[in-house]
Nanobody, 128 residues
Framework: QLQIVESGGGLVQPGGSLTLACTVS????????IGWFRQTPGKEREGVSCIDKIDGYAHYSESVQGRFTISRDSAKNTVYLQMNNLKPEDSGVYLC?????????????????????WGQGVQVTVSS
């Protein structure tokens, strides 16, 4: 059975950095698309970044492009989200999603509804 555990959230000042980790058991991440999403009250779950299966090509939303970096450690079956120059609007619950059956089309990350497997999420708060 697939299990997804996120870690690394917390409170950080604007301009600071955090690294989130998504550790998965039950499937080989090299053959899955992994997405990071951000959830804030009253808003739809927003896709932040995703990493493709096999080649590990990364994709980012416009709001985080140039500030966030997604990476995969195959030996640890873990995907990381390095977040730099954080802004208050980056605050929210960050969730990791894993899906083997989805494909990335037109350099666009899959939408939330396309993932069947989710972690419990971690809180990220950017505030002075």
């Amino acid at each position: 059975q697939l299990q997804i555990v996120e870690s690394g959230g917390g409170l950080v000042q604007p301009g600071g950095s955090l690294t989130l980790a998504c550790t998965v058991s039950g499937t080989d991440l090299d053959y899955a698309v992994i997405g990071w999403f951000r959830q804030t009250p009253g808003k739809e779950r927003e896709g932040v970044s995703c990493i493709d299966k096999i080649d590990g090509y990364a994709h980012y939303s416009e709001s985080v492009q140039g500030r966030f970096t997604i990476s995969r450690d195959s030996a640890k079956n873990t995907v990381y989200l390095q977040m730099n120059n954080l802004k208050p609007e980056d605050s929210g619950v960050y969730l990791c999603a894993v899906e083997r059956r989805v494909v990335i089309m037109f350099n666009t990350c899959p939408r939330a509804y396309q993932y069947d497997n989710w972690g419990q999420g971690v809180q990220v708060t950017v505030s002075s």
